[in-house]
């Protein structure tokens, strides 16, 4: 049956079926009928350039008796494991068949979900995405003029919308295309402020027991009462041993997502909604317009080979992330000009580069709106200070606000809406009108680090993410002349998810060299470009002592190659360094044709010596990827090493790695770890002449900085190694607390601040230095903060009570090491 056949048809001809629609496998079989079937052909790719596709005809299957619903989603809101609840729901108390298929972006906790749900009295055999719905609900209200949201939708089908507004800004808010749609297809459309109620209740952004309660309602897939009964059956088991409190709020959840469905009268106008009048101009690159924004509409399918043109050999233009501006959030941060102490512990801790604080000269302050509030500078003499926020590029996380050490906080979180669209006007007027400035006055510390640009922006990271403040933190201070390798994982999925590239350039069009490869090389990958670069620099410098014994050159040439060659493996100043020599070949080439010089002038981009870092998590640096890594740290060469600790396989489930500590729950120690946490940084120290650190920037914005910057300077290789809180430790308050909960961790004395410098060997001094105190705090309090832990004693409590004693045991003993070779 054409039902049965797009699955056979697939399983039969190797297709990867679920990511071809009926449609295209059916041009399979076309192409078969024809008298010439074509050979070597194309399907699902639009090929105008080599000419092998092949033609796809409208075409959906329509199974009876069968219930298509789509989901779109917010990472993190729940939608995905609520839809999952309900597959289960009606798979285990209905004698219908249920089908899911969940569709992900590349971004982590905050990127879209599509969940594809199919319910039916018969067999579901429909292996494929659905493309024609009965039910189609948005989850964010953001995403109404991001996405064709009701693509596919069948005659008088259902849409649900959670979104904060009356049905009087309906007309303001839903694009002419959507509200086309509603009415020419005769959508009954509803809507449902799911996320004022899940604030009220207490659930904070977790919408999903709302939107299932209405799903339930509107969809009658099964008797409405009986899906209450369910659903509220299914709260207790899931969520029973938190206590009655949060049972309640959310069968309280299930009964208002029912009681307070609103169905909006359509009006007939909408069938003739004329699209708004463009913007004004779109000054954006046109591979963000034509290929990102198709990308990201979800249309990536429908872009025909010569979008692609000009990309041929791989690269991908930097910088995406700053054009997309997708006004995530629910809840940004406003700042008080008058309460801020411009410690800038804000912009440091920041996950996404969503807030900057700016020097505004006397000129810039004059010629700034009233809008751009600012204040006389407390560090920078004669400035003017403006704390800059990107509310369309936050992610809401409120880390911000948790680092604001002023008794009346300077940063309040605000709806989106409320600030909308002023707060992007600010911004914009920032980013075109205050140049970056690097402060001259006092040492390098926190708060004047936070002036230079950060080359890691608007990544795709979750909201509170522990490891992208490290990143971003290296960026501002070597970014315009890093190499970066990076291990497969969260750091690669956040910071260049096509088409989105968080890496950026700065006003000169400097900024990191990112790659990466495997999984289990990306150690060797990174030494692969180190040895390459110094390879090409060597004979640089070799070729210009040559002409330093025996060249025909000026004076002052002469004077600036031996300057370059004396500090031509020194980070500061190489920028000046590299500048003047440039400028003295161009000076020495238009006076003579020198073959040469001409040679070194070709070469000029490696003038600047070049900043080597390799990034990845644990489960590269502590399991996979270890033997590589060792390999890099005794080489004995200048490159660093970043790791993002977060005592487990982030990006691929939550799986144990050699970096999970005692008594932690992961995918593979079910029942909690047996054994203790490897000691890379020790391991690393046994070589003696490796600069090691362990940092925790909530511990130690200070420490943080102050580690990276010596490991960067030392003239050898360096390991640093970043403790990173993350969505899979289950932090209570959620990971908006990510920063506050590593500082938690070092006062527990379950993570150490240390660093390991072999230069002081040589001053008479021991190179191991021990940053944090004693630990002051309990150990088995930081513990059962953290769901990974806390679950045990619910699941194994005896087994439990073991493992924690365990896990304190192997901290204290950990700890009591570092203690010893500080006081050597």
Same mark, same amino acid.
């Given at each position: 049956?054409?039902?049965? *056949?797009?699955?056979?048809?697939?399983?039969?001809?190797?297709?990867?079926?679920?990511?071809? #629609?009926?449609?295209?496998?059916? *041009?399979?079989?076309?192409?078969?009928?024809?008298?010439?079937?074509?050979?070597?052909?194309?399907?699902?790719? @639009?090929?105008?350039?080599?000419?092998?596709?092949?033609?796809?005809?409208?075409?959906?299957?329509?199974?009876?008796?069968?219930?298509?619903?789509?989901?779109?989603?917010?990472?993190?809101?729940?939608?995905?494991?609520?839809?999952?609840?309900?597959?289960?729901?009606?798979?285990?108390?209905?004698?219908?068949?249920?089908?899911?298929?969940?569709?992900?972006?590349?971004?982590?906790?905050?990127?879209?979900?599509?969940?594809?749900?199919?319910?039916?009295?018969?067999?579901?055999?429909?292996?494929?995405?659905?493309?024609?719905?009965?039910?189609?609900?948005?989850?964010?209200?953001?995403?109404?003029? +991001?996405?064709?949201?009701?693509?596919?939708? +069948?005659?008088?089908?259902?849409?649900?919308?959670?979104?904060?507004?009356?049905?009087?800004?309906?007309?303001?808010?839903?694009?002419?295309?959507?509200?086309?749609?509603?009415?020419?297809?005769?959508?009954?459309?509803?809507?449902?402020?799911?996320?004022?109620?899940?604030?009220?209740?207490?659930?904070?952004?977790?919408?999903?027991?709302?939107?299932?309660?209405?799903?339930?309602?509107?969809?009658?897939?099964?008797?409405?009462?009986?899906?209450?009964?369910?659903?509220?059956?299914?709260? &207790?088991?899931?969520?029973?041993?938190?206590?009655?409190?949060?049972?309640?709020?959310?069968?309280?959840?299930?009964?208002?997502?029912?009681?307070?469905?609103?169905?909006?009268?359509?009006?007939?106008?909408?069938?003739?909604?004329?699209?708004?009048?463009?913007?004004?101009?779109?000054?954006?690159?046109?591979?963000?317009?034509?290929? &990102?924004?198709?990308?990201?509409?979800?249309?990536?399918?429908?872009?025909?080979?010569?979008?692609?043109?000009?990309?041929?050999?791989?690269?991908?233009?930097?910088?995406?992330?700053?054009?997309? %501006?997708?006004?995530?959030? @629910?809840?940004?941060?406003?700042?008080?000009?008058?309460?801020?102490?411009?410690?800038?512990? /804000?912009?440091?801790?920041?996950?996404?580069?969503?807030?900057?604080?700016?020097?505004?000269?006397?000129?810039?302050?004059?010629?700034?709106?009233?809008?751009?509030?600012?204040?006389?500078?407390?560090?920078?003499?004669?400035?003017?200070?403006?704390?800059?926020?990107?509310?369309?590029?936050?992610?809401?996380?409120?880390? /911000?606000?948790?680092? /604001?050490?002023?008794?009346?906080?300077?940063?309040?979180?605000?709806?989106?809406?409320?600030?909308?669209?002023?707060?992007?006007?600010?911004?914009?007027?920032?980013?075109?009108?205050?140049?970056?400035?690097?402060?001259?006055?006092?040492?390098?510390?926190?708060?004047?680090?936070?002036?230079?640009?950060?080359?890691?922006?608007?990544?795709?990271?979750?909201?509170?993410?522990?490891?992208?403040?490290?990143?971003?933190?290296?960026?501002?201070?070597?970014?315009?002349?890093?190499?970066?390798?990076?291990?497969?994982?969260?750091?690669?999925?956040?910071?260049?998810?096509?088409?989105?590239?968080?890496?950026?350039?700065?006003?000169?069009?400097?900024?990191?060299?990112?790659?990466?490869?495997?999984?289990?090389?990306?150690?060797?990958?990174?030494?692969?470009?180190?040895?390459?670069?110094?390879?090409?620099?060597?004979?640089?410098?070799?070729?210009?002592?040559?002409?330093?014994?025996?060249?025909?050159?000026?004076?002052?040439?002469?004077? @600036?190659?031996?300057?370059?060659?004396?500090?031509?493996?020194?980070?500061?100043?190489?920028?000046?360094?590299?500048?003047?020599?440039?400028?003295?070949?161009?000076?020495?080439?238009?006076?003579?044709?020198?073959?040469?010089?001409?040679?070194?002038?070709?070469?000029?981009?490696?003038?600047?010596?070049?900043?080597?870092?390799?990034?990845?998590?644990?489960?590269?640096?502590?399991?996979?990827?270890?033997?590589?890594?060792?390999?890099?740290?005794?080489?004995?060469?200048?490159?660093?090493?970043?790791?993002?600790?977060?005592?487990?396989?982030?990006?691929?489930?939550?799986?144990?790695? %050699?970096?999970?500590? #005692?008594?932690?729950?992961?995918?593979?120690?079910?029942?909690?770890?047996?054994?203790?946490?490897?000691?890379?940084?020790?391991?690393?120290?046994?070589?003696?002449?490796?600069?090691?650190?362990?940092?925790?920037?909530?511990?130690?914005?200070?420490?943080?900085? +102050? *580690?990276?910057?010596?490991?960067?300077?030392?003239?050898?290789?360096?390991?640093?190694?970043?403790?990173?809180? /993350?969505?899979?430790?289950?932090?209570?308050?959620?990971?908006?607390?990510?920063?506050?909960?590593? %500082?938690?961790?070092?006062?527990?004395?379950?993570?150490?601040?240390?660093?390991?410098?072999?230069?002081? @060997?040589?001053?008479?001094?021991?190179?191991?230095?021990?940053?944090?105190?004693?630990?002051?705090?309990?150990?088995?309090?930081?513990?059962?903060?953290?769901?990974?832990?806390?679950?045990?004693?619910?699941?194994?409590?005896?087994?439990?009570?073991?493992?924690?004693?365990?896990?304190?045991?192997?901290?204290?003993?950990?700890?009591?090491?570092?203690?010893?070779?500080?006081?050597?």
């Amino acid at each position: 049956s054409k039902a049965d *056949a797009p699955a056979i048809y697939a399983g039969r001809y190797g297709l990867a079926s679920k990511d071809f #629609t009926p449609a295209q496998v059916l *041009a399979v079989f076309d192409n078969l009928a024809v008298e010439q079937p074509r050979d070597n052909f194309t399907v699902g790719i @639009i090929d105008d350039v080599t000419h092998t596709s092949l033609e796809v005809k409208d075409f959906h299957v329509v199974a009876e008796g069968q219930t298509a619903c789509k989901f779109w989603g917010f990472g993190s809101d729940g939608t995905v494991g609520a839809n999952k609840l309900a597959v289960k729901i009606i798979g285990d108390h209905t004698d219908m068949y249920s089908q899911a298929y969940f569709a992900y972006d590349s971004r982590k906790s905050g990127g879209v979900t599509i969940s594809h749900l199919r319910f039916g009295s018969q067999p579901i055999r429909s292996s494929y995405l659905i493309d024609s719905a009965d039910f189609i609900a948005c989850h964010n209200q953001s995403y109404v003029d +991001k996405y064709d949201l009701l693509r596919g939708i +069948k005659e008088g089908g259902v849409f649900l919308l959670n979104c904060m507004w009356k049905d009087g800004d309906l007309e303001k808010h839903l694009p002419a295309s959507l509200r086309r749609t509603i009415a020419r297809k005769k959508i009954r459309f509803y809507t449902l402020n799911a996320v004022d109620i899940a604030m009220s209740l207490g659930l904070g952004g977790r919408i999903n027991m709302l939107m299932q309660a209405a799903f339930f309602k509107l969809a009658g897939i099964i008797p409405l009462d009986d899906a209450v009964a369910y659903l509220n059956e299914a709260i &207790v088991k899931t969520y029973g041993r938190k206590g009655h409190a949060v049972v309640d709020m959310n069968q309280e959840a299930v009964r208002q997502g029912i009681a307070m469905l609103h169905e909006v009268a359509v009006p007939a106008a909408w069938a003739d909604a004329e699209e708004d009048a463009p913007a004004a101009c779109d000054e954006r690159p046109d591979f963000v317009r034509n290929i &990102v924004d198709v990308m990201n509409r979800q249309e990536g399918d429908e872009l025909p080979v010569s979008a692609f043109l000009g990309y041929e050999d791989g690269t991908w233009p930097v910088g995406i992330t700053a054009f997309e %501006k997708r006004g995530a959030a @629910i809840m940004v941060p406003v700042w008080d000009a008058e309460k801020c102490v411009q410690c800038n512990k /804000c912009a440091f801790a920041c996950p996404h580069a969503a807030i900057r604080p700016r020097l505004l000269s006397a000129e810039e302050a004059v010629a700034a709106p009233a809008s751009i509030e600012h204040r006389p500078c407390r560090i920078q003499k004669g400035f003017e200070f403006h704390m800059a926020i990107s509310v369309l590029d936050c992610t809401g996380c409120g880390v /911000c606000v948790g680092q /604001c050490p002023a008794k009346e906080k300077a940063l309040t979180m605000t709806k989106l809406e409320n600030v909308m669209p002023e707060g992007a006007r600010k911004w914009d007027y920032a980013e075109k009108n205050i140049t970056y400035k690097k402060p001259t006055q006092g040492k390098l510390n926190v708060a004047n680090s936070q002036y230079l640009r950060p080359l890691n922006e608007f990544s795709g990271a979750c909201a509170g993410c522990g490891e992208t403040p490290y990143a971003k933190l290296v960026t501002q201070l070597f970014g315009d002349r890093m190499m970066l390798s990076n291990s497969a994982g969260c750091s690669t999925v956040w910071a260049a998810g096509a088409p989105s590239v968080s890496y950026t350039t700065d006003e000169n069009g400097h900024g990191p060299a990112w790659g990466f490869s495997l999984f289990e090389d990306n150690a060797e990958y990174g030494f692969g470009m180190f040895l390459g670069v110094a390879q090409i620099r060597a004979t640089l410098a070799l070729k210009m002592r040559v002409l330093l014994e025996g060249g025909d050159i000026s004076a002052a040439l002469r004077s @600036i190659m031996e300057e370059w060659l004396e500090g031509k493996d020194l980070g500061e100043g190489t920028r000046e360094r590299a500048a003047a020599l440039t400028a003295a070949l161009d000076e020495a080439l238009a006076e003579k044709d020198d073959a040469e010089l001409k040679a070194l002038r070709e070469k000029s981009d490696f003038f600047v010596k070049r900043s080597h870092w390799i990034f990845g998590g644990d489960g590269w640096a502590y399991d996979i990827g270890y033997g590589g890594l060792d390999h890099v740290l005794a080489s004995g060469e200048d490159i660093n090493v970043l790791v993002f600790d977060t005592e487990v396989y982030s990006n691929t489930g939550g799986q144990s790695s %050699k970096a999970t500590p #005692t008594g932690a729950v992961a995918q593979f120690a079910a029942n909690g770890k047996m054994s203790r946490k490897k000691d890379l940084g020790l391991m690393a120290m046994s070589y003696g002449n490796v600069y090691v650190a362990q940092i925790a920037m909530g511990a130690s914005q200070e420490q943080t900085l +102050k *580690a990276i910057s010596e490991a960067e300077a030392y003239p050898g290789p360096s390991l640093i190694i970043a403790y990173s809180p /993350c969505l899979n430790h289950g932090i209570k308050g959620g990971l908006g607390n990510s920063q506050m909960q590593a %500082k938690r961790a070092v006062e527990a004395g379950y993570w150490s601040l240390y660093h390991y410098d072999p230069r002081r @060997i040589g001053q008479g001094e021991n190179p191991f230095v021990l940053d944090s105190k004693e630990p002051s705090n309990g150990f088995r309090e930081f513990l059962l903060s953290e769901v990974r832990y806390s679950s045990l004693k619910r699941q194994f409590p005896e087994r439990a009570e073991m493992l924690y004693e365990k896990a304190e045991a192997d901290a204290k003993a950990r700890r009591s090491n570092y203690t010893r070779l500080a006081n050597k």
